[in-house]
């Protein structure tokens, strides 16, 4: 795990290329677990789908990871909507429950 330590300088390699970050600490895991699976995705795209430029395969891994996070989005919104709806429900049958008790 790592520690919280502040920014530092990391280089990271995708599609071949070194890119300098500067990362905050804590980050740097997940930083270099990201620039794996995208070098490892355009890898299988340059391979399964012929692409004569890195750049196409590039832009086919950016769609999938955006398709991914709009969905998990997409899904965050409907968890967060039905929490709101059975907490709604809830507070209603709590309500009917008081004013049960009261009459009797």
């Excluded at 809830?90 to 309500?95: G, L, N, Q, T």
């Amino acid at each position: 795990m790592a520690n919280n330590l502040g920014n530092i300088k990391i280089k990271v390699q995708i599609a071949g290329r070194a890119y300098p970050l500067t990362v905050d600490s804590a980050d740097e895991e997940i930083v270099r677990l990201a620039a794996k699976q995208i070098s490892e995705k355009v890898n299988k795209y340059s391979k399964e789908l012929a692409f004569k430029d890195v750049q196409d395969s590039i832009a086919v891994v950016a769609l999938d990871f955006a398709i991914l996070y709009l969905k998990q989005n997409h899904l965050t919104k409907i968890e967060g909507d039905i929490t709101n709806e059975i907490k709604q429900m809830i507070e209603k049958v709590a309500s009917e429950v008081s004013l049960l008790e009261r009459e009797f």
